[in-house]
């Protein structure tokens, strides 16, 4: 049983602590929360602790806190030669100071407080300094999801800047198609079938071969007739920004 | 049995024919394409017509061309007093001009060739001069989906924006994961339950509700890290552009 200590009452940290309950391989012994009012309902209160001189010796402790209280929180745990990871997309692990063993256990996903996920279909970005920390990392990402990629810090750093336009910068996209349908009085759920097919579409196909619409067409009667339906002038920079991105680097049809 | 005659050969065409097929209110009698390669393999080649002369009586034409040449064929369909309606999200009604009963069958998805749609689930937009036509197309969609809006032509020119905005762009911008993935040597799918879960997610949040990421929690530091990160200029543009649009129009968390 490998035994954990979670640092952190944010989103990440509860989704965590919720996948690891009850699994065989490994057991969240303590978690240390300065507000334990997030964490209470789904963890055992007698062992949330808020002082760092009561935690407990563990196999590994995660640093599920905001990107900018990594190194300080690290800075504080208090042994020596135990192994300490982050959970950031961001962070470098060298980050985490240089006495200590280090790693990485970041996964891939949006992680919304009033949305349940299945932790089985998350990624697990793993990344560790020696082989042996490495090996521990991916039992005990095994423990919760089916997938999990070896990841260096330059690939996490890549890979957050893609999460950050395939699912923020999406969300966004889908926020400007609620708010044109609200302002012509038509149910947004209408745009569900299509929003649902185009994620599943890139499931087979890649996104190139999955382009359509009138920027792929070059169809410039069309793209200038949605621009001059357009009012709002952030929503025509964008929809011309795009538009003139796909015409220059989609496959021409 | 409502007896439809479908113009055209293209995407959407073929998907209709599909869609029909063994359906008991309706039945497609004929097909008009002028190059009937493309469908003889899911149509009975000897209801393949290529010449407007033996175009059939029906009691419904529908019109799934290129939306420039809707106007022309329209014309050219040999009977008066017919329904005739088009298939496309950006063109008037009346542009299938005035002597004719007009309508609107619109399927709100994205098609490609090679992949399989569940018309089901796709939701048909509706539109007719008067009620019995309307009425008509609403026995057509029943029997082929099970969602259908009556969309007027304004309505429907904004759905087709925001369709879009949430589908073409949204697809755009898993492209952009897709490029900054491969050049990192990290395999696309491990993207994949991002991108599903950020669609299914706003099946049950707003997404003004459901937005993540540095931008809406206002982290300069990160934003600044990817702008850092990122060296082709185009994606440089639509990430300052999206940032600053989140920033500017997304609720404060």
Request: hydrophobic letters at 40%; aromatic letters at 8%.
């Amino acid at each position: 049983m490998i035994r954990i200590v979670i640092i952190g009452s944010g989103n990440v940290a509860q989704h965590l602590i919720k996948a690891f309950d009850k699994k065989n391989t490994v057991e969240v012994i303590q978690v240390f929360a300065r507000n334990n009012n997030a964490i209470r309902s789904i963890f055992d209160t007698t062992k949330i602790t808020h002082s760092y001189t009561t935690i407990l010796e563990a196999e590994l402790y995660i640093i599920a806190v905001s990107d900018n209280a990594i190194m300080e929180v690290a800075s504080k745990i208090p042994f020596q030669n135990k192994l300490i990871v982050h959970t950031s997309g961001s962070v470098c692990m060298d980050d985490l100071g240089d006495t200590k063993r280090r790693g990485v256990f970041y996964p891939l996903q949006t992680f919304s407080k009033s949305k349940e996920v299945n932790f089985k279909e998350v990624p697990i970005c793993i990344e560790a300094q020696n082989e042996a920390d490495y090996q521990l990392l991916e039992t005990v990402a095994k423990s919760i999801s089916d997938t999990f990629f070896r990841i260096n810090s330059k690939q996490r750093k890549a890979l957050h800047v893609s999460a950050v336009f395939v699912s923020n910068f999406v969300n966004y996209l889908y926020q400007i198609g609620h708010t044109i349908c609200n302002e012509n009085n038509i149910p947004f759920e209408i745009l569900q079938p299509l929003i649902q097919e185009t994620a599943q579409k890139i499931k087979t196909l890649s996104p190139i071969e999955a382009q359509t619409g009138p920027a792929i067409r070059r169809d410039t009667q069309t793209v200038n007739a949605h621009l001059a339906f357009l009012t709002d002038e952030n929503q025509k920079d964008i929809y011309k920004l795009l538009t003139k991105s796909i015409i220059d680097h989609g496959k021409k049809l």
